[in-house]
């Protein structure tokens, strides 16, 4: 005799067939709706029934040799085993602890989604709290899951104590967040490492609070860039994009080559500081290399190592806290560039209000997204005053700094670019 389950199951196939060639185009507007409703109430229930035969199915992982019922059933469904496992893990829960969210996903009253965000709020409980207050907290949840989806429930969930128990939520939040920060505390990590292509993998994980930090120092650098910029859309729009990603990492870039190196702490006996070395042959030719001190701190390929061209290293004694060591042809150092070379705020003040935009002719970039800039070379004895600067958006101050462009400074003070010939 065939058990009710599999009838079921078999019933809800045959049904499905039976309309499998009828055109939705046909039904009116409230029959489309009442369809979708009804499909995704009988979704959550369907998904419940497998669910509760999956927490069941110890026995049919053993009969097969698989690991557990999960695993079997990816393989044989030819599903996502991270899929099968999360689904087996909510099963035991929703038949050993969860049975007014079970009850809920059976009359199509709860979506798996939804289950889902329930659960992990429910987890994410202090262990502190008591069944009543939980049992209390998960029905709370499940009736607001006739009102919001999952992205709504797990705003409630995070604050779930506050409605179902006041008196010991700001309690369970401090022990709830020291835990959490005791965990982030033993997951952070940051690796790098060079992919031999001329870029360095930068992969981590932080804890909340530092990466909402760095997502809003990287903000305040990750600006719009202006048409014609490489990856701009190239539609006219001033304020054209680039990808987010591409966006981010430059704003990474950025926030680097303008950290205050004042404030870092000491080391090695000086304020935290890159040294390039280069010949000075080499630094004044369009086409050379320049070394950064600190071989061997990021690892990988060894064919890239720690060089740059000579025009990223002059663009950089412009930016950053580089500190170029200028060498003879014994390699002796023949001068140590000055490292008081940053301009100030207050000059950095006086220049967004003499030049306003980018000074580049025809950029309108704004000054507050712009770069100090050197006219002559800091490298090359420039001095670091108003007469001696100019602002320059990061596209022309990378142009400015190419040995492919030349440039002339017009008589107010705008600066033309050429690609040299």
């Known amino acids: 005799m065939t058990h009710p389950i599999v009838a079921?199951?078999?019933d809800v196939r045959a049904s499905l067939k039976s309309v499998a060639d009828s055109n939705p185009t046909s039904m009116t507007v409230d029959e489309k709706a009442a369809a979708l409703v009804e499909l995704v109430r009988a979704d959550a229930q369907l998904a419940e029934l497998r669910?509760?035969?999956?927490?069941?199915?110890?026995?049919?992982?053993?009969?097969?040799a698989a690991r557990d019922a999960a695993g079997w059933l990816a393989q044989v469904t030819r599903t996502r085993f991270a899929d099968a496992r999360a689904d087996l893990r909510l099963s035991a829960a929703l038949n050993r602890d969860r049975q007014v969210l079970a009850a809920a996903m059976r009359e199509g009253e709860a979506t798996l989604a939804q289950?889902?965000?329930i659960h992990r709020a429910l987890e994410a409980l202090p262990a502190c709290v008591g069944a009543e207050t939980v049992a209390a907290a998960e029905a709370h949840l499940v009736e607001r899951a006739t009102e919001f989806g999952p992205k709504e429930l797990g705003r409630i969930g995070r604050r779930i104590l506050d409605v179902v128990a006041p008196e010991i939520a700001e309690q369970a939040e401090a022990a709830r967040l020291a835990d959490l920060e005791a965990h982030a505390g033993d997951k952070t990590r940051l690796t790098l490492r060079r992919l031999g292509d001329g870029t360095t993998r930068c992969s981590g994980i932080l804890p909340d609070h530092a990466a909402t930090r760095f997502a809003t120092y990287l903000e305040a650098y990750a600006n719009p860039r202006v048409a014609g910029e490489p990856g701009a859309s190239g539609d006219g729009d001033p304020v054209s994009r680039l990808p987010r990603p591409r966006r981010l990492g430059h704003a990474?870039?950025?926030?680097?080559?303008?950290?205050?190196?004042?404030?870092?702490?000491?080391?090695?006996?000086?304020?935290?500081?890159?040294?390039?070395t280069i010949p000075l042959a080499s630094l004044q030719a369009d086409l050379a290399a320049a070394d950064l001190l600190g071989a061997g701190l990021v690892p990988g390929d060894e064919l890239t190592g720690d060089r740059i061209t000579a025009s990223q290293a002059r663009r950089l004694a412009c930016t950053a806290k580089i500190v170029p060591a200028v060498l003879g042809g014994d390699s002796v150092p023949l001068d140590l560039g000055r490292s008081r070379r940053l301009f100030t705020p207050a000059q950095r003040k006086a220049l967004l209000i003499r030049d306003r935009t980018c000074r580049a002719e025809g950029c309108d970039v704004p000054g507050t997204w712009c770069e100090a800039h050197h006219l002559h070379a800091w490298w090359q004895g420039g001095a670091t005053d108003l007469d001696n600067a100019a602002l320059l958006c990061s596209h022309h101050h990378h142009r400015i700094h190419d040995p492919a462009h030349l440039n002339e400074r017009l008589p107010n003070g705008d600066i033309r670019f050429h690609r040299r010939r």
């Open 51 to 64: 669910l509760r035969i999956l927490g069941d199915a110890g026995d049919l992982a053993e009969s097969t």
């Open 8 to 10: 079921a199951a078999t």
């Open 115 to 117: 289950a889902q965000v």
């Open 252 to 276: 990474f870039v950025q926030l680097l080559e303008s950290m205050d190196p004042a404030r870092l702490p000491i080391h090695g006996g000086d304020a935290t500081t890159v040294v390039v």
